[in-house]
């Protein structure tokens, strides 16, 4: 039977649908009973449940190792997130820049406006040149880096991108990449911002990677605090407007920031911090409040990093009082973080009903985002939020309730909220089984896991996530990635989700290998309809996949498919997601486009049959 691409694309969008007693912790002992059985499940699809909820998907095999560990042990060691990563470790190494301070990063991957100064500065580059021969410019350019070792923000963010891939591939500590990965979301800071992109790699490292199941207001403060986050909503130039403030310093201030702001308050991150990190857009606040809270915020800037980094105003200032009389003189210096009360607003203050009195200077800022951490609107907003990505799109309120209870009594401790999301009977009702989907990063790192993929070109993964219409780390708004099915799915989305697994399966990828024969003992299926019952049990195990394969089977006998759908593909307009485009700057997409495919001769039926199974529309399903 031969089905025209037409047809193909309508039976995507058609099948494509989904359906849309918290006294199982014992505080006594700290153990966990979950419920499954009640739901009708046996131990094996429990454990097929949790591996397609809490890790990035189950490798060949894994559900049998969760149910020898047992599923509630499984579940709390994936908590505790210790397990050895010696392997992951070994190949995150050769990344040098994921062990480097953001000082460090500063200087040694220098943007090249900075690059310039410095050129300038030592005489090798002449300012008129930039703007009359454009490539003897870029060349001089470059070689004035190679001759001080120094290396590019494409480099940078090239090692971002490949150790993002490799660890959600590869960690054994599956549920800790995926809440690194949620809560970055949740605190999102975008590359795209110019002046954030070279922290990004300590934001996700410091800030948000340890505190992933810890205190909500831990990570709250570690967020705030972070260089990545005060230059993405800017208050890090914030300033107050009182009679102490130091005007000089004002007008410094004003000269660093882009020519269309003005020196003094600044609101962008007080109203985020409430709208989105804790209250909720429905929380409860007013736009006096989020005036309150900046006046309260301001002062919270970045340490200088160097001549050449940010913020010279305030090295100048550091420098004119010197770094062992900040304390004396009410500066707070931790880290990356600075707090200057030259440039803090010492008025009293009221948010939320909580007056601060004046001259509270840094301690209010902490008050503040303790009182917002705290907050049971902020109870609400993040159980919600935790519950649609764990549970479904649209969780029960009796669920939420629990969660809620919970992150109220235990003052917001991440790890105890999801202990009861995950022994509440909701968890495992036929209401939340393979109720989400997956995005572009998850789709394609759930393949090479359920392929058993040896990934040698890890870029190439995010290219591919790129192309599907996921940009990581790259979100601009600071909502971060939308977390449900309709934001994803479209009719370009499933052709191009469809073309990737026809290309991972065949080979196409470059720096991926694939033995699709070793997945079934090297025993080859004697048919195409036998490949698809086969292979369909084996990368989508513990599932009816009767209707399933009866779906998939007319597209088993399609002539040249893979071609077709990259065809379909390559001419759609993605309509609902981000811009696909590469790295701003990136000269070098041509090398991540090419590369040794993998030497693997998979059976090209075979191919075709496990790409279809990778692109069909329950494979979306997690």
């Keep these: 039977m031969r089905v025209s691409m037409y047809s193909v694309l309508i039976f995507l969008i058609g099948i494509f649908t989904l359906a849309s007693a918290f006294t199982i912790f014992h505080q006594n002992d700290g153990k966990v009973a979950f419920p499954y059985k009640k739901a009708g499940l046996t131990e094996r699809q429990a454990a097929a449940h949790l591996l397609s909820r809490f890790t990035y998907g189950a490798t060949p095999g894994q559900i049998d190792e969760v149910v020898k560990t047992g599923i509630e042990k499984w579940f709390m060691q994936q908590l505790d997130g210790s397990l050895p990563d010696d392997s992951l470790n070994g190949l995150l190494n050769k990344y040098d820049a994921l062990k480097l301070s953001n000082k460090d990063i500063v200087a040694q991957y220098p943007k090249n406006a900075v690059l310039l100064r410095m050129a300038v500065k030592d005489g090798v580059l002449n300012k008129d040149s930039v703007k009359t021969d454009r490539k003897?410019?870029?060349?001089?350019?470059?070689?004035y880096r190679k001759l001080h070792g120094l290396s590019t923000e494409q480099e940078l963010l090239r090692q971002l991108f490949s150790q993002k891939v490799l660890c959600a591939a590869y960690s054994k500590n599956q549920l800790h990449e995926v809440l690194t990965d949620f809560w970055f979301n949740h605190f999102n800071v975008s590359l795209t911002k110019n002046q954030s992109a070279q922290f990004i790699v300590s934001y996700e490292r410091d800030a948000i990677r340890p505190n992933v199941t810890g205190n909500f207001s831990d990570l709250l403060l570690a967020t705030a605090k972070s260089p990545a986050m005060l230059y993405y909503l800017d208050?890090?130039?914030?300033?107050?407007?009182?009679d102490q403030t130091d005007k000089k310093l004002m007008r410094n201030v004003a000269m660093q920031k882009p020519a269309k702001q003005n020196a003094g308050l600044n609101e962008n991150y007080a109203r985020e911090v409430m709208e989105l990190h804790t209250l909720g857009v429905d929380g409860g606040y007013t736009q006096q409040d989020v005036t309150e809270a900046a006046r309260?915020?301001?002062?919270?800037?970045?340490?200088?990093?160097?001549?050449?980094g940010n913020g010279g105003a305030v090295e100048?200032?550091?420098e004119r009082i010197g770094e062992d009389k900040l304390p004396q003189r009410g500066f707070v210096h931790e880290g990356d973080f600075l707090f200057t009360p030259n440039r803090h607003d010492n008025g009293e203050k009221t948010v939320l009903g909580k007056h601060f009195p004046a001259n509270g200077g840094?301690?209010?800022?902490?008050?503040?985002?303790?009182?917002?951490?705290?907050h049971p609107s902020t109870a609400k907003f993040i159980t919600k939020k935790l519950a649609v990505r764990f549970v479904s799109d649209n969780p029960p309120p009796s669920l939420l309730a629990k969660m809620e209870k919970t992150f109220n009594r235990s003052n917001g401790n991440i790890r105890e909220v999801l202990i009861t999301m995950v022994s509440a009977p909701e968890f495992w009702s036929s209401a939340s089984l393979r109720e989400k989907t997956k995005s572009p990063f998850e789709l394609a790192?759930?393949?090479?896991?359920a392929l058993n993929a040896e990934i040698d070109q890890?870029?190439?993964?995010?290219?591919?996530?790129?192309?599907?219409?996921?940009r990581i780390y790259a979100y601009q708004a600071p909502t971060g990635f939308p977390d449900k099915a309709q934001y994803w799915i479209n009719s370009s989305a499933l052709l191009t989700r469809m073309n990737f697994g026809l290309a991972l399966a065949s080979g196409r990828i470059p720096g991926l290998k694939i033995d699709l024969a070793a997945l079934n003992y090297n025993r080859e299926p004697e048919s195409a309809e036998a490949a698809l019952s086969v292979y369909s049990k084996i990368i989508m195990p513990e599932r009816d996949l009767s209707a399933t394969i009866k779906q998939l089977t007319p597209m088993l006998s399609q002539t040249d498919l893979a071609q077709k759908v990259a065809a379909a593909a390559a001419k759609a307009t993605p309509a609902d997601s981000v811009n696909n485009s590469m790295i701003p700057g990136d000269d070098n997409s041509k090398k991540h486009k090419t590369g040794q495919v993998s030497t693997l001769k998979n059976?090209?039926?075979?191919?075709?049959?496990?790409?279809?199974?990778i692109g069909s529309p329950e494979f979306q399903r997690r």
């Design 136 to 143: 003897e410019y870029r060349d001089a350019l470059d070689n």
């Design 235 to 242: 208050n890090f130039s914030s300033v107050g407007s009182n």
């Design 296 to 308: 309260i915020l301001t002062g919270w800037t970045v340490y200088p990093m160097g001549a050449y």
């Design 316 to 318: 100048k200032l550091v």
């Design 362 to 374: 840094y301690n209010d800022g902490l008050k503040l985002l303790q009182m917002l951490a705290h």
């Design 445 to 449: 790192i759930s393949s090479v896991r």
């Design 458 to 470: 890890p870029y190439q993964l995010y290219n591919w996530a790129n192309k599907m219409g996921q």
């Design 603 to 613: 059976n090209p039926m075979l191919a075709q049959v496990v790409g279809i199974i």
